[in-house]
């Protein structure tokens, strides 16, 4: 009889920058206060990368961690998929950076742009690449520095974000575990909601971009909202009515952490206690594609999920696109 396998995550790392930017730090920047901050988004503080550091050097520190925790060598990885919107450069890809400072010889590699979905995009394309092949083993990165490319003076988006990077190696295995359902989507009517306007081919860089600040995130934060905080519970239920089960079998929910207030309300809405969602939105902010990495990697090493147990990723962002899946670990 043919084996059957599925794609598993086998090990987990994270990376995050040492300086730490508060609510109170923030008070002195814009016209906001750590109690406006903190009641809207569930935010204190973020990580905040310093000069010099760029995406692939915060991917490479949480990729060594992940490779470490699998047992396995970077000259085992075939494939690495870097999730980024603040890439190293346009091109190259972070991913051929990345596979250089960790020494990844034998792997192919690119990166993946569905901002604050790419983490659960890149897994999907990771999952296909090693069920094929049990020999193969891919590394997947959620890696993000944004505010490098956020406005100081616009409060609506500077009290949001923060940097990191999470990683995982993916591999195959024939054990009943590993990913069970895959959902993802978009609505493009969308896309302004959340974008850097200038940088790209639609208006390059100039003189008049560059004075008229559009290298800079722009936020329709109430629209968002709007978007994200129904859509979360709706994307938890299709995976797991996708490969038959319920919200009751469920060990923890590990979300795109973008609003605890998101949070909670899709918590309301699953009937769940937020218990079961897991959450460090308080202490590193929107870290975009780097957000579920990071959160299952902290979940992990606190030993709140074990062998066997359904977990479920959702993530939402720009685009406006989305992402769910559901696990067993």
């Not at 009889?1 to 995050?16: D, F, P, Q, S």
């Not at 990729?63 to 970077?74: D, H, M, Q, T, V």
Request: include cysteine; charge should be neutral; charged fraction near 25%.
């Amino acid at each position: 009889m043919t084996k059957e396998y599925r794609a598993a995550i086998v090990g987990t790392g994270a990376a995050l920058p040492d300086r730490v930017l508060t609510n109170f730090d923030l008070e002195k920047m814009v016209d906001t206060s750590d109690e406006w901050i903190h009641t809207r988004t569930g935010i204190r503080e973020r990580r905040i990368a310093e000069k010099g550091v760029c995406t692939s050097d915060l991917a490479a520190a949480a990729s060594r961690k992940a490779i470490e925790a699998a047992g396995l060598r970077p000259e085992d990885i075939t494939l690495i998929i870097v999730a980024t919107i603040t890439p190293d450069h346009i091109f190259p890809c972070t991913a051929a950076n990345l596979q250089t400072k960790i020494g990844a010889v034998n792997a192919g590699g690119f990166d993946l742009s569905a901002a604050c979905s790419g983490f659960v995009y890149a897994l999907n394309m990771a999952a296909d690449h090693v069920k094929s092949d049990p020999k193969r083993c891919a590394l997947v990165v959620g890696a993000d520095i944004l505010t490098k490319f956020i406005d100081w003076t616009d409060r609506t988006s500077c009290i949001l974000f923060g940097d990191g990077a999470g990683a995982v190696v993916v591999r195959a295995v024939d054990d009943g575990r590993g990913l069970l359902s895959m959902e993802m989507g978009m609505d493009g009517t969308g896309a302004s909601l959340m974008q850097i306007p200038a940088g790209g081919s639609v208006l390059p860089p100039s003189e008049e971009t560059i004075r008229d600040r559009k290298h800079f995130v722009v936020l329709r934060g109430r629209e968002v909202f709007k978007f994200a905080v129904t859509k979360m519970a709706d994307l938890v239920t299709d995976a797991l009515k996708d490969c038959g089960l319920t919200i009751n079998d469920v060990k923890l929910i590990v979300p795109h952490q973008v609003n605890l207030r998101i949070l909670a309300y899709a918590a309301e809405r699953l009937g769940i206690s937020m218990d079961k969602i897991y959450c460090n939105i308080e202490r590193y902010g929107n870290t975009t594609a780097a957000s579920i990495p990071i959160a299952l990697d902290e979940a992990v090493r606190a030993g709140k999920i074990e062998r066997n147990d359904i977990i479920v990723f959702v993530a939402f962002g720009a685009g406006l696109g989305w992402a769910s899946c559901a696990m067993r670990w």
